[in-house]
Each structure stands twice: as structure tokens, then as C-alpha cells.
């Protein structure tokens, strides 16, 4: 085991679940949810950093801001309080609490917007409140993980060749999308090294990414309501969309195993179950990426309330009656614990 001195020194690279047993194809799930920021974009959040200190941009009276639904802004709390920096993460109301909690007990500030705007909804609210920061004081640095090539640079030199190492006979991998700095990365250097390896992107419905009409998401981390700047399709094979009740159901049944992931994990081993529902030869050998792990959403998916009040009845399994006859519901509700 490593012994580390910066929090951002430790990145499990090499966790895979074994998918097979719960989705009835052979199917291997990277998890990208071990290391002290709890998700992948430690990766992406570091080597912008890093990049950013390299060419001069950050220096030591400088304040990061960045949007960000949650992750991002952790993964930039771990390193800011490490390094010295102070940080501003500009989120919304889709933000999960535990994300916002964690990033204020990290020293950082956190904004959360809550007016739409007009044409470019909550995410133009984010950046329109960040762009009127960074203009009122110039000690603002924003990395601009939608447009900074070093987002898919992370991948590109980790994620990537750290599956390949793994899995040499790769045929398929599946990558839920946000920035796309995950599916660039990957997909710009499995194309480089020449490996006929599919890609395959997944996307929630209501996203605007693959050019559909923007609608409601509520499982933050994968869509946006916009096409992302990174993003160039001429490197991706197929985009699946995934319905976020799907995505719930998902995760609820990994969770059945003892498997605790987030809602983007659900929402790329949904969209992977039915690909592969449709696709699977025998000796194939698909991968997906699981970005981050269950904690966080223990107060939104895997909440009865919350999904039932967002989603038809089927994205839940029928409720378990206890004992005394009472749901485990009904027994949170009367215990406070759910509004
Ligand atoms: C939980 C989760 N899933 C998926 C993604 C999408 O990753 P990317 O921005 O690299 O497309 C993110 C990005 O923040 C995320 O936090």
C-alpha cells in the first residue's frame, strides 16, 4: 500500500466489478470512485491544476472558481486545501447536499445559483455568475472544465492506458458523457494507438449533448444542456440514452448486491445492459466506467420519496413491509428523517 502525503497522490486505477452475475452478460465495470475526492474527476481536476500552475496561470494569491453539479468541485476542494488555493465552486440546485457539505468542510466557498436562464438554463445561470466574478476581481482563475483540453488530457494519459493495460482484447467500452473529457480521453487515444475498440456514449434523456431538445435531469454528473465544446463525434461509434428512471432501477439493483454506485454508474450500466441486450456475441469483452460511488445520493436515488415523487412508480421495486407492518418509508417519515 502507498503512503502518501498529498491527498491527491492516491487513485485506485485497477478496481473492476464483475458485472456478469447482475446484468446476465459478461460485462466489467471500472470504478473510478476510490481516492480521496470519491470520484473520477480527480483526475481531470488535478491535471488542470497542474497544467494551470505549469504555464503560469495560477499563482499564489489566485482563487479558483469553477461550476460544477458536484464532483468537479470536490475533486478541486481536495487539491485547493492541499495546495494552498482558495476555491469557489459555482453550482445549482440539482447540486447533491453531501457534495456541498463536503466542499464547505474542505475550506471551500460554495454559490449555488437557482434562476434558469433564459436560453441557457441552470448552467448558464452557473456561468453567468461566474463570468461576473471573474470580471469584478482578476485574482479569479477558472479552469473551464467544458472547454480545457487538459480535462480529456487526464484520460487520455491514465484512464485510458490503464484499461488497455487491463484488458489488452478490449472490444467495447462505454463512458457515461457530461464535459465528454471521459469519452475524449478515452476515445482520442484508443484511436492513436490504433486499438478497434468500439465507443460507446452514454447520455440521459433530457440531455442536449447528441443534439436532442434539452428536458428535466435530475441525476447530476452526466448530461448538459448544451452540446459540450469538447466534444468532437467523428471519435465516437454510437451514443445510447438512458431514461433516468432506468438509470434508478439500476442502481438499486447493483445496490441489491452490495454494490453502492451514483446515478451515473446506473445510467451507464443501463444504457450498457441494453446495448449489449442487443449486440452480445459470444467472447466479447465490453467495459464501462463507474465515475463515482452511492454516498452521495443516499437523499435523492436511493430515496423512495424523492423518486416517487419524481419518476414513475416503476423506477422502484415494491416496498418491503416489516414487522410491525409499517414500510421502511413510512417508518423514515415518522422518524423525521424524510421531508
Ligand atoms: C458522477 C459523474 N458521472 C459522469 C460524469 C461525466 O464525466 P465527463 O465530464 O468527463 O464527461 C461526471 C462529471 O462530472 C460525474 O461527476
Redesign the pocket.
Known sequence: MPVISVPYAFNEEDLYVDLEPMTGHRLFLKCEGFNFAG???LK?ATEMVESAERNGILTRDSILVES?????GVALSVIAASKGYRFVCVTDSRCNLAARLMMEALGSQVHVVSDEHAAGGLLGARLAHLRELCAADDRYVWLS?YTNPD??RA?YGRTAPAIARRFPQLDVLF???????????CARWFRAWHRPVRIIAVDSVGSAIFGHPPGRRMI???GMSVR?P?LDESYVDEAVRVEEADAIRACRHLAERGFLF????G??VSGATSWLDRHATPGLTPVAIA??LGERYLDTIYQSNWVEALYDDDALPPPVERDDGRTDREEHASDGLLP
Open positions: 470520484s473520477i474527476k481531470a460544477s453539479s458536484g464532483n468537479l472544465q480535462n480529456w484520460h463512458i457515461g458523457v457530461g464535459t465528454t473529457g471521459t469519452l475524449m480521453g447530476p454528473g452526466l459540450p469538447l451514483g446515478g451515473s454508474t445510467t451507464v465515475p463515482d
